[in-house]
């Protein structure tokens, strides 16, 4: 069963930095793009950063400067290296991936993972 297990949340004070970890596994043949996604509380779920097998990177207009996604393709993992944390990035933090797994046939799938809270204070 395909999985995605996130790490590296945590509390940190504004002006500190975090690494977000996610790591794939179980039955996947290849992995298109990998993403963060965020929550703040009372908000809807939003991309933070994406990045595709080719290495081709998106980021959300407020974290751009600050944050770095970048994968280990040989891992199945994807990064979210995140500076100059502020009091607003507080959000529960998912990982997400377009990839294809192999069974009996190749599907499409996309998963999240479980989700990670990071809080920054003030």
């Known amino acids: 069963q395909v999985q995605l297990v996130e790490s590296g949340g945590g509390l940190v004070q504004a002006g500190g930095s975090l690494r977000l970890s996610c790591a794939a596994s179980?039955?996947?043949?290849?992995?298109?793009?990998m993403g963060w996604y965020r929550q703040a509380p009372g908000k809807q779920r939003a991309l933070v950063a994406s990045?595709?097998?080719?290495?081709?990177?998106n980021y959300q207009d407020s974290v751009k400067g600050r944050f770095t996604i970048s994968r280990d393709n040989a891992k199945n993992t994807v990064y979210l290296q995140m500076n100059n944390l502020k009091p607003e990035d507080t959000a529960v933090f998912y990982c997400?991936?377009?990839?294809?797994?192999?069974?009996?046939?190749?599907?499409?799938?996309?998963?999240w993972g479980q989700g990670t809270l990071v809080t920054v204070s003030s």
């Open positions: 179980g039955g996947i043949f290849s992995i298109n793009s």
């Open positions: 990045i595709t097998n080719g290495g081709r990177t």
């Open positions: 997400n991936a377009d990839l294809v797994v192999a069974e009996t046939t190749y599907r499409r799938l996309e998963v």
